[in-house]
């Protein structure tokens, strides 16, 4: 019977967290994602949205047009200006090559709101290569559910006249639904140069809300949420080994 209920369990929305009240945010939705905008840091508190397998076979082409959101208003938003000779990429929250489904979605993938501070070596490399093992379990399971976004400090850095805020690390938490079964995973990377194993960046969920101060997946019934998300099975996830 408990495998029932989790079979028919509504997943609808399931990757929006709960609402914030530690920090600023603007909820905006776009075609392809939601993202919590933080007015303060000019950059996303969080972006959330579901990679199916129909999507990640999408051949759209990268836009490369960075601008800033138009639903962001211009005394809240950065510029492309902020990140030239900054030493950071413009890195994505929400990749574009998940976006390769409908023209808007990759346009809006560009969004500066959906946009983060990111060490190169980072953003070209081992975050680069969660992303593609995303769009792999997406693929593998027909449905991924993502959220992702920075990690600031207290005493944050800055770039640009803006002021646009520096994470320190950024996260991503992924659930899906298998055989009946909710199962949920985290990761965390420090945003500097380094080449490691991915399982090394592997939390549990409940890890990265310590961490981040976010209540992902609040609309999960509360069983299934507490042991999911305190517990981490690679089996699961068929993550690689590295």
Not at 25 to 38: A, D, F, L, P, Q
Not at 46 to 64: C, H, M, Q
Not at 212 to 224: A, E, K, S, V, W
Request: proline fraction near 5%; charge should be negative; glycine fraction near 6%.
């Amino acid at each position: 019977m408990k495998n029932i209920e989790q079979t028919t369990y509504d997943l609808c929305g399931v990757e929006i967290p709960s609402a914030l009240t530690d920090r600023t945010e603007r909820i905006i939705t776009h075609k392809g994602y939601t993202v919590s905008y933080n007015c303060d840091w000019k950059i996303p508190n969080w972006v959330a949205y579901e990679l199916t397998d129909i999507e990640v076979k999408g051949e759209e082409s990268r836009s490369n047009k960075f601008i800033p959101d138009p639903m962001v208003p211009e005394y809240e938003t950065a510029y492309t200006e902020d990140y030239k000779h900054s030493g950071y990429d413009r890195g994505h929250m929400a990749p574009a090559a998940d976006m390769k489904w409908h023209p808007q979605a990759m346009r809006e993938s560009f969004y500066l709101s959906n946009i983060c501070p990111q060490n190169h070596n980072l953003n070209a490399g081992d975050w680069k290569n969660l992303e593609e093992q995303v769009r792999d379990l997406a693929s593998q399971k027909g449905s991924i559910f993502v959220v992702c976004g920075p990690i600031v400090s207290s005493d944050y850095q800055t770039i640009g006249e803006n002021r646009v805020v520096v994470p320190i690390a950024f996260f991503k938490v992924l659930l899906q639904e298998d055989n009946g079964e909710i199962h949920t995973i985290g990761f965390v990377y420090e945003n500097k140069s380094g080449k490691r194993p991915m399982s090394t960046y592997a939390r549990t969920v409940d890890e990265v809300e310590e961490i981040t101060g976010i209540d992902f997946f609040p609309n999960l019934p509360d069983d299934i949420e507490k042991k999911t998300e305190s517990e981490v099975d690679f089996s699961k996830w068929a993550v690689k080994a590295q």
